[in-house]
């Protein structure tokens, strides 16, 4: 059971104090998570700490390869009606 940090990242530095099995270090392009000791925050957060800080949405995988932080995740709002926001946006 491990994260993967995927080259997305773009190396802001915000996932890496928050991790509490310290499995997150920089490494060339991004970020990477240690797969030997990511814990997936089990045991001591209910969400993974990296995820739920992490800027860049889908730039953080769960085992099974799922975005851990989904496109909407950070703003609340479902891609599809953020697309068709800035597409009236834009007309205007």
């Given at each position: 059971?491990?994260?993967k940090i995927i080259d997305s990242c773009v190396n802001c530095w915000?996932?890496?104090p928050l991790?509490?099995?310290k499995a997150i270090f920089e490494a060339k392009p991004h970020f990477l998570i240690d797969a030997k000791k990511?814990?997936?925050?089990?045991g001591d957060y209910t969400d993974?700490?990296?995820a739920s800080i992490c800027p860049i949405e889908?730039?953080?995988?769960?085992?099974a390869g799922v975005p851990c932080n989904p496109a909407g995740s950070l703003t609340g709002i479902p891609p599809e009606k953020m697309q068709a926001a800035m597409a009236e946006l834009?007309?205007?």
């Open positions: 059971m491990a994260l915000a996932c890496e991790c509490p099995s990511c814990t997936e925050c089990d993974p700490q990296c889908g730039a953080i995988l769960t085992s834009r007309a205007h």
